[in-house]
């Protein structure tokens, strides 16, 4: 009666452990798995003016690229002299909105592309936060 009272505990034991490392196995695939982009997918992108531009400059950026297909939210800051906007990269590309703002407003404005390191450092906002502390610790261990 014991010896088969244990098997069947190892029994129900192996499988859950089977169960629970599939399901594990089945949660990475199919988070790591690319995904190309949906109606619902929301770029984030950043134009830098090599030129002053005061608030009726930033006003006339906003409006016009509020105006543009895709885009869907817009700051625009003055002091910084860079516009920040979210697009849907199946309606619009970022490079062909600053080609047109350029010729149609006539600024002298760069698309800011952050560089390997800069990608690779992770989200600039929380590189202060208890979390990227935590997280940064962990990592140097293991490098």
Not at 75 to 104: H, Q, W
Request: aromatic content about 10%; hydrophobic content about 40%.
């Amino acid at each position: 009666m014991t010896k088969h009272k244990f098997k069947k505990m190892l029994w129900i034991s192996l499988s859950t452990i089977l169960l629970l490392a599939s399901v594990l196995a089945i949660h990475i695939y199919m988070v790591m798995k690319p995904k190309a982009p949906t109606a619902n997918t929301k770029i984030m992108a950043r134009f830098d003016f090599k030129q002053p531009i005061d608030k009726t400059d930033a006003n006339t950026v906003t409006a016009w690229l509020y105006n543009q297909k895709g885009v869907d939210h817009v700051l625009c800051n003055e002091k910084s002299g860079t516009a920040v906007f979210t697009f849907y990269p199946i309606k619009a590309n970022a490079d062909d909105i600053l080609n047109s703002m350029r010729s149609t407003l006539h600024y002298n404005a760069v698309r800011y592309m952050p560089s390997k390191e800069e990608l690779q450092s992770g989200c600039p906002v929380a590189a202060g936060s208890f979390t990227s502390k935590i997280y940064n610790s962990v990592t140097n261990l293991f490098n």
